[in-house]
Nanobody
Framework: QVQLVESGGGLVQAGVSLRLSCAASGLTFDNYAMGWFRQAPGKEREFVSAISARRGQLYYAESVRGRFTISRDNAKRTVYLQMNNLTPEDTAVYYC?????????????????WGQGTQVTVSS
């Protein structure tokens, strides 16, 4: 079955960087777009970033554009989220997901499978 395993979260101070990873198994990885979403306490899950299956098209939420970078390594079946200049507003559980949607995969409902999430906590 499809499994997505996130890692790389932690407790950090504002201004530092973290890199999240999401390793996928049980699917033909390069057939799927991959996305990162996050959910802060008391809030709904929101889109952070996505990357298309093969063409390398990138999508970012305005709140993270210029600070976060998404990438994928199809050989390693892994998607990454490099997060720079973190702020307390970035505190959330971060989830990766997979979707067959080709165009603008920025809606939660487009995603077929999700990982268990990794906690990112940014202190001021």
């Amino acid at each position: 079955q499809v499994q997505l395993v996130e890692s790389g979260g932690g407790l950090v101070q504002a201004g530092v960087s973290l890199r999240l990873s999401c390793a996928a198994s049980g699917l033909t990885f390069d057939n799927y777009a991959m996305g990162w979403f996050r959910q802060a306490p008391g809030k709904e899950r929101e889109f952070v970033s996505a990357i298309s299956a093969r063409r390398g098209q990138l999508y970012y939420a305005e709140s993270v554009r210029g600070r976060f970078t998404i990438s994928r390594d199809n050989a390693k079946r892994t998607v990454y989220l490099q997060m720079n200049n973190l702020t307390p507003e970035d505190t959330a559980v971060y989830y990766c997901g997979v979707t067959r949607v080709v165009a603008m995969p920025i809606k939660e409902g487009y995603y077929d499978y999700w990982g268990q999430g990794t906690q990112v906590t940014v202190s001021s």
